[in-house]
C-alpha cells in the first residue's frame, strides 16, 4: 500500500472507530441501564412482599379482633380491662354486705401498682395492676366469710384475688343472739389490665 492508499482510508477507518466507541458506549449504557432496571424490578418485589405481608397480618389482626372481641368487652364490662373503677368496687362492697347480712365493712384501699405476680404470668405488652385493699369486718360465723367473698364476686365490681385473711373469735360472754361472733381483718387485691404504655403506638 502506497501513500495515497494509506489516504484514501483514513476517513473510512475513523469513521469505523467512531462506530465501534459508539457501539461500545452503547452496550456499556444499555448493561447501565439493565442492571437499574434488576435493581429497580428487585426493590418493587421486596415492596410487594412487604405489602402482602401487612396485608396478610392485618387479616390475621382482624381474625383476633373478631375472635375475642365478645371475650374482650365482656372482660371490659367486668372492669378487668382498662382503669380502675374504685366506686363500682365500693358499691360491691355494700351490695355484698347487705347480701351476706354482716354487719358493716371498714375498708382501706392502697395506691395502685404492679400486679406481684405479673411475671410469673407473662403478660407480653399487657401491663397488670394491682391496688390492695384491706377490709375488717364482723361474722356471725367463720361461713359467712365464704359466702362474703363469693357474693362480692358476684357483683360485677371488678377481679379481686383475697391475699390474706386473719379470724379472731369475739367474747360474747356466753350470750346467744344474731351478734357478731368472729373479727376478719383481710387484704385482697383488685386487678385491672390495660395495653402497655408505648406498645399501642407500635406499627407492624
Not at 344474731?178 to 404504655?197: G, R
Request: hydrophobic share 45%; with cysteine.
Amino acid at each position: 500500500m502506497n501513500q495515497a492508499d494509506l489516504q484514501a482510508l483514513r476517513a473510512p477507518l475513523i469513521v469505523l472507530l467512531v462506530v465501534l466507541l459508539a457501539g461500545a458506549a452503547a452496550i456499556y449504557y444499555s448493561d447501565r441501564l439493565r442492571a437499574a432496571a434488576r435493581q429497580q424490578l428487585a426493590q418493587q418485589e421486596t415492596q410487594l412482599k412487604e405489602a402482602r405481608t401487612r396485608l396478610q397480618k392485618s387479616g390475621d389482626e382482624r381474625d383476633v379482633i373478631v375472635r375475642y372481641r365478645d371475650a374482650f368487652r365482656q372482660l371490659e364490662r367486668a372492669g378487668f380491662v382498662g382503669e380502675e373503677q374504685r366506686i363500682n368496687w365500693l358499691d360491691a362492697l355494700r351490695v355484698a354486705n347487705q347480701q351476706a347480712d354482716l354487719f358493716g365493712v371498714d375498708y382501706e384501699i392502697g395506691v395502685q401498682g404492679s400486679y406481684r405476680y405479673a411475671a410469673d404470668l407473662d403478660p407480653g405488652q399487657i401491663a397488670l395492676r394491682q391496688s390492695e385493699m384491706r377490709l375488717r369486718f364482723r361474722l356471725l360465723h367463720e361461713e359467712d366469710l365464704m359466702r362474703f367473698f363469693a357474693t362480692l364476686g358476684r357483683q360485677g365490681g371488678g377481679i379481686f384475688s383475697v391475699n390474706q385473711c386473719s379470724l379472731k373469735r369475739i367474747d360474747t360472754g356466753g350470750v346467744i343472739r344474731f351478734q357478731p361472733n368472729v373479727d376478719a381483718d383481710c387484704e385482697l387485691s383488685w386487678i385491672t389490665a390495660k395495653v402497655a404504655a408505648g406498645a399501642a403506638q407500635k406499627k407492624p
